[in-house]
């Protein structure tokens, strides 16, 4: 046979220079980029939603949807490009969600959002400005908890040093603290004083603002250079606060606010409060940013604990209690083992069945095309994370099938006569179209994921991305680069061990041809023989495997429940409900929680710590999550979900409470709620008794558990009005509301 040297297949074969350059540039290319490319355990995306989050302390959810939530709908109803508009009010927090439809241009819309907001003039007085952002995915890669038996302001030092400690680390830029009331100056002044010196909360407040600033004031330009004014009167401390003069008179005498009121440095006064294994605790969230990897920050943690303990104080400890690179070096692990068995089975039956150079070139043709595809995939926004290592997983599978054909046609030519150059040529151009349409189709069956709408299309258009490059470098491996080196395999070995190899392995393979013709061929030509009986029996499998998949029997989901590392508890209590009595009830499921584990055998090696959060969202609030051990040990003693159960019997019912739910998958996909009804009405009253309908006929279903129908009763209001006899004295509603305000919350001077 004459070989076209014009003809891309030939030419490739004939030239070993080009073949091998192209498969070396896939090789060291790869590796190099490889290196470089973006880790993350999932992929950073933005979301099509929108947030307008408004804080006004002290009012009530009606008050908020009144004064705040209504007029922000009105005002970007109009908008174009929104899809649809949610909003929630809850005691001195209003929070509105915007839908952005898939076509339109998320940050356009926020910045138009944005004006029409600052447009609105209705506000409250005291309510914070809204602040609009675009919501975006925020990974943490690790959290380290603080904790110990001492004052919160000790301990939230030691955090902030550790903080710092972690950012001076070149792999780490983006730490934020957990479990810790924010800072606040407390400045107190008695009734007493207001009447003895004439003065009110508002009018301190004032003279607090006037007084604490730093302004410039401008330049003045001088024969020396230029020398800026600025007024330094700024105030960091309480000590720096009460120094400040509030009352002055013409005879100069000065009554400073320290003299007429208690300041406290301290933290707000809030509910909040968090502890681990009893004792007060903080909780640091690591986050990854830019080219920063989850293997790299995890192993800079580790190490910087390892230097703290020796300056932590006694009683201090910190413990790592979440490691995203865990999840993520599981991954890459079971691609690498599985990529190594690939190869191993490849080698093996191609080695059995057709002889053994070839199997090793067509093997070739998986860590070729993998690593090739690294040349590719950062361009097109394809980090290494989760999901893609999952698409080259599924690829894994897949990506010598070509190979395959295109070595077995050319062993074919080979065993026909044919010189290798020859059945390399002739065997590869044979196969080229059937295998072209047979990776097109392979092609076509993840193109539809491009296509998924929302946050999940941002997600999985890894997948196709990945398998669609690796498909297209294997197609491009098996028909340019696999022929050239099966064109200068040489005859059958002379002598050696190669030779004997080579001789038992033709009567394995001649015996297995003679099978496949005389046992497979003879049932082959009896299903030919019989095609309307073979049909029917196959159309029979058909419908016997669809309709037990109709019928309900199997089930659907969109993700599987993956079990988590620690066991979660969501309580909610009456709104308003005191907070030492969600305490008392946090105690109690710790101490179940703690039960249940001496009631387990090796139950100490189970469980690693338990964090509690109170006052999270209100003091009717709480959250527990039980940290348990690794899989390898849990799975020799218990499940999550295990645990979960046995911690909820051992829990009891809960006397007052309007939800406490026990999750065993939180964080992870299939997690939260199976079923979400969501039920609108413009009468808030029938809302609320149509929602408890639909739950209690939820709750009768012997499957469903944890059904909360999503209401909440507020606080207790006492809602007071100006009576005529305070109007003849002068007063006005305003100056009423402003004086009970200042009284019970007080009024914020900075």
């Known amino acids: 046979m004459n070989i076209n040297k014009h003809n891309s297949v030939s ?12 498969m070396f540039a ?59 508009i949610s909003s929630s009010s809850q005691e001195g927090y209003a929070t509105v969600l915007v839908d952005v439809m898939t076509d339109a241009d998320i940050n356009l819309l926020a910045q138009d959002i944005q004006r029409e907001v600052d447009r609105i003039t209705t506000f409250p007085e005291d309510a914070e400005e809204p602040k609009v952002n675009v919501v975006a995915s925020k990974r943490k890669t690790v959290s380290i908890v603080i904790y110990g038996n001492t004052e919160e302001a000790v301990l939230h030092e030691l955090a902030e040093s550790f903080r710092e400690q972690l950012l001076q680390a070149d792999n ?26 004439h003065i009110s909360i508002a009018e301190i407040a004032q003279r ?33 606060f009460a120094q400040l003069p509030i009352i002055t008179t013409p005879s100069g005498g000065i009554v400073l606010l320290g003299d007429i009121a208690t300041i406290t440095d301290g933290y707000e006064d809030t509910d909040y409060s968090a502890n681990y294994n009893g004792s007060p605790a903080i909780m640091l969230q ?32 910190t413990e790592i209690r979440y490691d995203a690179s865990v999840s993520y070096s599981q991954r890459v692990d079971l691609l690498l083992r599985n990529s190594a068995m690939g190869l191993i089975l490849v080698f093996i039956t191609l080695a059995l069945f057709l002889e053994l150079r070839l199997a090793f070139w067509v093997m070739t043709g998986i860590p070729i095309a993998f690593l090739g595809s690294f040349l590719i995939l950062p361009t097109l926004g394809v980090s290494l994370n989760m999901i893609s290592l999952f698409a080259f997983i599924i690829a894994l599978g897949i990506v010598v099938d070509d190979a395959i054909i295109i070595g077995e046609n050319v062993y074919h030519y080979r065993q026909e006569g044919y010189p290798a150059l020859t059945a390399a040529v002739k065997g590869a151009q044979e196969m080229a179209v059937p295998v072209t349409f047979s990776i097109l189709t392979n092609i076509a069956t993840f193109m539809p994921l491009f296509f998924m709408p929302g946050q999940m299309g941002k997600i999985f258009f890894m997948i196709p991305t990945v398998v669609i490059v690796v498909f297209l470098l294997s197609l491009a491996e098996s028909l340019f680069v696999l022929p050239q080196h099966l064109a200068h395999i040489g005859d059958e070995p002379k002598s050696g061990i190669f030779r004997w190899i080579h001789e038992k392995q033709q009567q394995f393979s001649h015996a297995f041809r003679h099978g496949v013709k005389h046992r497979y061929g003879s049932f082959l ?16 499998i058909l419908v016997a495997t669809l309709s037990f998949a109709l019928s309900g029997r199997m089930g659907m989901s969109m993700f599987p429940k993956t079990e988590s590392d620690y066991a979660r508890v969501s309580l909610t209590l009456p709104y308003g ?52 051990a690794p899989p390898e040990i849990r ?29 065993s998958d939180s964080g992870g996909p299939g997690s939260g709620s199976g079923i979400t009804i969501e039920l609108t009405h413009r009468d808030i009253h029938v809302l609320e008794q149509a929602s408890i309908k639909v739950a209690a006929a939820l709750a009768a279903y012997p499957i469903a558990k944890d059904v909360t129908n999503g209401m909440s009763l507020g606080k207790q209001q006492l809602d007071f009005s100006l009576l005529p006899e305070g109007e003849s004295l002068g007063l006005s509603p305003l100056s009423v509301a402003r004086q009970v305000r200042n009284a019970f919350y007080g009024s914020e001077a900075l």
């Open 577 to 628: 409900t005191p907070v030492k009595k969600t305490q008392a009830i946090v105690d109690h499921l710790v101490k179940s929680a703690r039960t249940t584990t001496d009631k387990i055998e090796r139950g100490d090696q189970l469980i690693r710590g338990i964090f509690a959060e109170v006052g999270k969202g209100g003091s009717h609030k709480a959250i527990i999550r039980c940290y348990l």
């Open 525 to 540: 030509e009896l299903t030919l023989n019989h095609r309307y009986l073979t049909v029917i029996i196959a159309f029979s």
């Open 208 to 240: 607090i603002r006037d007084a604490s600033l730093e302004l410039p004031g401008g330049s003045i330009k001088s024969s020396s250079g230029e020398i800026l004014i600025r007024m330094q009167e700024r105030k960091d401390t309480g000590q720096q």
């Open 11 to 22: 030419w490739m074969a004939t030239h070993p220079v080009a073949a091998n350059l192209v």
């Open 286 to 317: 690591v986050y990854r940013v830019g080219d920063q990897t989850p293997i790299g920050i995890s192993d800079t943690v580790k190490e910087q604990i390892e230097l703290s303990k020796s300056t932590l104080p006694e009683g201090i400890q």
């Open 635 to 663: 799975n020799k003693i218990m499940s999550t979900d295990g645990f979960s159960q046995r911690w909820r019997a051992e829990t009891g019912e809960l006397i007052g409470v309007e939800s406490v739910i026990f999750e």
């Open 26 to 84: 896939f090789i060291i290319g790869g590796l190099l980029f490889l290196n470089t490319m973006k880790q993350e355990v999932f992929p950073d995306f933005v979301t099509d939603t929108i947030s307008i989050n408004t804080v006004y302390t002290g009012a009530s959810p009606e008050e908020i949807e009144r004064g705040i939530v209504l007029a922000i709908e009105d005002a970007i109803s109009g908008l174009e490009g929104i899809d649809e």
């Open 172 to 197: 780490i830029t983006q730490i934020d603290l957990e479990g810790i009331r924010p800072l606040e100056i407390s400045i107190e002044v008695s009734q007493d004083n207001l009447q003895r010196y």
